[in-house]
């Protein structure tokens, strides 16, 4: 080849690379969990690169406790997180019948390793520990911890933080409500940890612990339908500027992660998280802060 022409094709090809990245390439947005953010081609309804084509698999722990899910089956639409779940799925271009349940563990779901299912629903708040392993979508419900306790019992009166350190506490393993006993309780001996909320509620009710801590609608729940002699003593006041919040858990590479992020904010936006949360969850009225 003729060395002009040599120089003239390079500097061609140059410039249609150069061209080509500068219109083609251009980086996106990262989104949480170190996917990339939603786009249109990437978030087209209905045709998200999930675990079974055509389909989204969500997991969720059994049993499935009301308020979140009512009658113990998730698939029924009925609870705050089965209908944030269709919502998430209507969003994402799937309608119901394209939503297929898997059992999966509590602990498992956002432990490290691949994952069975595209998005996990299981009242797992997002935290930086559990970043290391899995990505999150953007929180679709704001927490808070409470501590249910048997009427006239030492623990129901108590009026303070400090008010707990003597009583003998509860909680469900790889909680935040663990968390919450541990670093802001305190109390005088190790709390009593269970597999399950149930193991929690049964123990308080045969006088195992005096006291065990949940999440504010699930105390709700037990005060009002299981155990009816248990009150609920107080609730936590959210620490620091970041506020404690439930997540859809996906793998740590999930490629949809920023699709069912995109599609968590749209239904905050429209109105549709506050809306099923009255509808399905109790409100925080006359509980007090303990402090």
Same mark, same amino acid.
């Given at each position: 080849?003729?060395?002009?022409?040599?120089?003239?094709?390079?500097?061609?090809?140059?410039?249609? *690379? /150069?061209?080509?990245?500068?219109?083609?390439?251009?980086?996106?947005?990262?989104?949480?969990?170190?996917?990339?953010?939603?786009?249109?081609?990437?978030? &087209?309804?209905?045709?998200?690169?999930? @675990?079974?084509?055509?389909? @989204?698999?969500?997991?969720?722990?059994?049993?499935?406790?009301?308020?979140?899910?009512?009658?113990?089956?998730?698939?029924?639409?009925?609870?705050?997180?089965?209908?944030?779940?269709?919502?998430?799925?209507?969003?994402?271009?799937?309608?119901?019948?394209?939503?297929?349940?898997?059992?999966?563990?509590?602990?498992?779901?956002?432990?490290?390793?691949?994952?069975?299912?595209?998005?996990?629903?299981?009242?797992?708040?997002?935290?930086?520990?559990?970043?290391?392993?899995?990505?999150?979508?953007?929180?679709?419900?704001?927490?808070?911890? &409470?501590?249910?306790?048997? #009427?006239?019992?030492?623990?129901?009166?108590?009026?303070?933080?400090?008010?707990?350190?003597? @009583?003998?506490?509860?909680?469900?393993?790889?909680?935040?409500?663990?968390?919450?006993?541990? %670093?802001?309780?305190?109390?005088?001996?190790?709390?009593?940890?269970?597999?399950?909320?149930?193991?929690?509620?049964?123990?308080?009710?045969?006088?195992?612990?005096?006291?065990?801590?949940?999440?504010?609608?699930?105390?709700?729940?037990?005060?009002?339908?299981? /155990? #009816?002699? &248990?009150? *609920?003593?107080?609730?936590?006041?959210?620490?620091?500027?970041?506020?404690?919040?439930?997540?859809?858990?996906?793998?740590?590479?999930?490629?949809?992660?920023?699709? @069912?992020?995109?599609?968590?904010?749209?239904?905050?936006?429209?109105?549709?998280?506050?809306?099923?949360?009255?509808?399905?969850?109790? %409100?925080?009225?006359?509980?007090?802060?303990?402090?």
């Amino acid at each position: 080849m003729h060395p002009s022409r040599r120089r003239v094709r390079l500097t061609v090809c140059a410039t249609v *690379v /150069l061209l080509g990245t500068a219109v083609g390439c251009a980086p996106q947005d990262a989104a949480p969990g170190g996917t990339q953010a939603a786009g249109k081609r990437s978030c &087209a309804p209905g045709r998200l690169a999930t @675990v079974t084509p055509g389909t @989204v698999t969500v997991g969720t722990d059994e049993p499935a406790y009301a308020p979140w899910f009512n009658d113990d089956d998730p698939a029924n639409g009925k609870g705050y997180e089965s209908a944030v779940t269709y919502a998430v799925a209507a969003e994402l271009g799937y309608g119901k019948g394209a939503v297929r349940w898997r059992n999966v563990p509590f602990n498992s779901a956002f432990a490290p390793g691949a994952k069975t299912f595209d998005f996990d629903i299981n009242q797992v708040s997002i935290s930086a520990s559990r970043r290391q392993a899995v990505a999150f979508s953007s929180g679709y419900y704001d927490v808070r911890q &409470a501590v249910v306790a048997l #009427k006239g019992s030492k623990a129901a009166g108590a009026r303070s933080i400090a008010d707990l350190k003597g @009583v003998r506490l509860g909680a469900q393993v790889g909680t935040t409500s663990l968390d919450v006993v541990n %670093d802001t309780i305190r109390p005088d001996r190790p709390a009593a940890v269970f597999q399950k909320n149930d193991l929690a509620k049964s123990a308080l009710k045969n006088g195992q612990v005096d006291a065990i801590l949940v999440d504010l609608p699930t105390a709700f729940y037990i005060t009002s339908a299981e /155990l #009816k002699d &248990a009150v *609920v003593v107080g609730q936590f006041a959210q620490r620091g500027p970041a506020k404690e919040q439930f997540g859809l858990v996906l793998d740590k590479e999930s490629p949809l992660t920023g699709c @069912v992020t995109a599609a968590v904010d749209a239904l905050r936006r429209k109105g549709t998280l506050a809306a099923l949360e009255k509808r399905w969850l109790a %409100d925080a009225v006359d509980v007090p802060v303990l402090k």
